[in-house]
């Protein structure tokens, strides 16, 4: 028994070093340094033709359902060294993606959850299908100032904003 309880605490006093080591613990009661907190770095494409370019959704075609694209707010997408956004709606939609060939993979997403079917009706429809349709983004295409994103459900239609 005493050697089941000694093997325990070895195996603690392991696992509590670890914790220390990978957040920052110390031994003066909490006024050591600060945690280094971490970050999600994306991995940027080379080239990008993608990279600083901004577009406005213009269709969201899909298989299961065409959710309607509201007149206001417009609805736009941003990348910006394999980071990618929509914005202008209620919420903020992102992730990171990535170039190879013709195909995009996100490998990230958050989105921000305020219900805005009171002062936007439909906004939170599309975000919410933008949202789901993100993680499964196939190819793009780019034809002068639209550019295409096939998903597995459909495809979304943007056309490209100048800043």
């Not at 605490?9 to 392991?14: H, K, S, Y």
């Not at 901004?54 to 694209?69: K, M, Q």
């Amino acid at each position: 028994m005493k050697r089941f309880i000694l093997v325990g605490f070895q195996l603690f006093a392991v696992a509590a070093g670890f914790l220390c080591l990978t957040v920052g613990c110390t031994t003066e009661g909490g006024t050591g340094t600060t945690p280094t907190r971490t970050y999600i770095v994306p991995v940027t494409s080379e080239p990008d033709p993608l990279d600083g370019t901004r577009w406005e959704l213009v269709a969201f075609e899909s298989e299961a359902r065409t959710p309607a694209i509201p007149e206001q707010p417009r609805l736009f997408i941003a990348f910006n060294r394999g980071e990618l956004s929509l914005q202008g709606g209620c919420n903020v939609v992102s992730g990171h993606y990535r170039i190879e060939d013709n195909r995009i993979t996100i490998t990230f997403v958050e989105a921000t959850q305020v219900d805005c079917s009171d002062s936007m009706p439909g906004i939170n429809e599309i975000e919410d299908a933008f949202s789901n349709a993100m993680p499964t983004f196939e190819s793009y295409m780019i034809d002068g100032d639209q550019l295409r994103i096939r998903y597995a459900d459909g495809e979304l239609l943007f056309r490209r904003i100048s800043d």
